[in-house]
C-alpha cells in the first residue's frame, strides 16, 4: 500500500520566512502561485516577458527575470513546460543556483529521462498535483484540494521532504491526500496514463466508434452523441462511484453489452500493445522522439493536430454544443 499524507502530517513552517519562485506562469503556475500565496506564504513570479507576466501583474505578483528570481529564491518550483525547461536551467538556473536551495518539480520528466542533471547541493524534490491547474485552484477555493504524488530525489538538507509535504499543503494537496513515490515511476505512469488511456487511446476510441456510425450510413448526430456527448455522464458516475457504483446506475441493458463486447474491443492484443508503449516509455524511446520533434520545429506533432482539429466530427460536436449551451440552430 502506498503512503498517505494528509494535511495533519505536514507543517507550513517548513517554508515560512521563505521565498518561492514559481517559474513560469501558465495554468499550473498561476494556480500554484495563487495557492501559495494564499496559505500565507512569500511568492515571487519568475517568467520571460510575454502574456504570462503580464497577467502575473494583474495578479498583484512581483515578478522579475528567471535568473534573478533563481538568485533570490529558496525554492524554485519548475513549472514550465516539460520540453523547454532543459535549455532554460541550463542558460538561467544553473549559472545562479547556491548551495541549499530547493528544486521542485511538477513532473518528473526532465529527471527522470536525465535531462537535467542537478548538483549535489540542492535538494531535489518533486509535488505533482493529480489534476490541471484550473482544478488546482477551484478546488482549493472551495475548501478542499487536489491530490498531490510527492517525491524525492535529493535530501542535501536533510528536510527535502518536510519541504515537499509543506508545498503539498500549501497548494492543498494535503486536504485530498498525497501519496509518495519516485520521480521514475511518476513519470512512467503519468506518460502511460495520458497516451494509453485517458488522452491517446479515449481521443482514438472515441473517433472510431464516430467514423463506424457514419460509415455505416448513421447520421453524424446521432453518431457524436452516442459516441462522444454521452462520455461524460459515465466518467462522472466512475469518478463518483468507480466503475461498479458506475454500473449500478446504467441500464442492464448497457451493463449486459459493456461486460460482454467490452472484451471484444479492448482485449489482450490491446494490451500487448499497451505493454509495447510501456516499454517506450521505460526505456526512453518517447522522450527522445518527443525531444528530438521540439528541436526540428514539431512537423509530425503540427500535423497530426491538424488533421484532428480537421475531423468532421470536431464540426459535428461544434454545432451540437453550440446548440446545447446557446439554444442556437446547428450550422448546415
Given amino acids: 500500500m502506498a503512503d498517505l499524507y494528509y494535511d495533519s502530517d505536514a507543517d507550513l513552517s517548513a517554508l515560512k520566512n521563505k521565498t518561492i519562485a514559481t517559474l513560469g506562469y501558465g495554468a499550473q503556475g498561476r494556480a500554484q502561485a495563487l495557492n501559495l500565496r494564499d496559505s500565507g506564504l512569500q511568492v515571487i513570479v519568475g517568467a520571460r516577458p510575454g502574456r504570462s507576466m503580464d497577467r502575473a501583474a494583474e495578479d498583484g505578483f512581483e515578478r522579475c527575470p528567471i535568473a534573478e528570481a533563481t538568485e533570490r529564491a529558496d525554492l524554485l518550483a519548475m513549472l514550465i513546460n516539460d520540453e523547454y525547461q532543459r535549455d532554460l536551467y541550463n542558460e538561467s538556473i544553473f549559472p545562479h543556483l547556491q548551495p541549499g536551495k530547493t528544486l521542485l518539480f511538477a513532473h518528473g520528466f526532465n529527471i527522470a529521462f536525465g535531462q537535467i542533471p542537478p548538483p549535489s ?29 510527492i517525491a524525492v530525489h535529493h535530501d542535501y538538507s536533510g528536510s527535502a521532504k518536510a519541504t515537499a509535504l509543506a508545498y503539498a499543503k500549501a497548494i492543498g494537496g494535503t486536504r485530498a491526500g498525497v501519496i509518495e513515490t519516485t520521480f521514475k515511476e511518476e513519470c512512467e505512469t503519468d506518460l502511460f496514463g495520458e497516451q494509453a488511456v485517458i488522452v491517446g487511446g479515449l481521443t482514438a476510441l472515441l473517433t472510431a ?33 468507480g466503475i461498479s457504483g458506475m454500473r449500478q446506475a446504467i441500464s442492464d441493458t448497457a451493463l449486459y453489452g459493456d461486460l460482454t463486447r467490452g472484451p471484444r474491443i479492448v482485449n489482450d492484443e490491446t494490451k500487448a500493445r499497451m505493454r509495447e508503449l510501456l516499454k517506450e516509455i521505460q526505456d526512453g524511446r518517447f522522450a527522445r522522439d518527443w525531444l528530438q520533434e521540439n528541436v526540428v520545429g514539431r512537423p509530425v506533432f503540427g500535423s497530426l493536430l491538424k488533421q484532428g482539429e480537421d475531423h468532421p466530427m470536431e464540426q459535428v460536436g461544434k454545432n451540437l454544443r453550440r446548440m446545447a449551451t446557446e439554444g442556437a440552430k446547428p450550422d448546415s
Fill in 209 to 241: 466508434g464516430y467514423e463506424t456510425l457514419t460509415e455505416a450510413g448513421y447520421q453524424p448526430e446521432l453518431a457524436y452523441f452516442e459516441c462522444v456527448h454521452q462520455l461524460k455522464l459515465i466518467v462522472d458516475l466512475i469518478y463518483e462511484r
Fill in 121 to 149: 547541493y540542492v535538494d531535489v524534490i518533486m509535488v505533482a498535483p493529480v489534476g490541471v491547474g484550473e482544478l488546482v485552484r477551484r478546488l482549493y477555493l472551495q475548501g478542499s484540494g487536489a491530490p498531490c504524488l
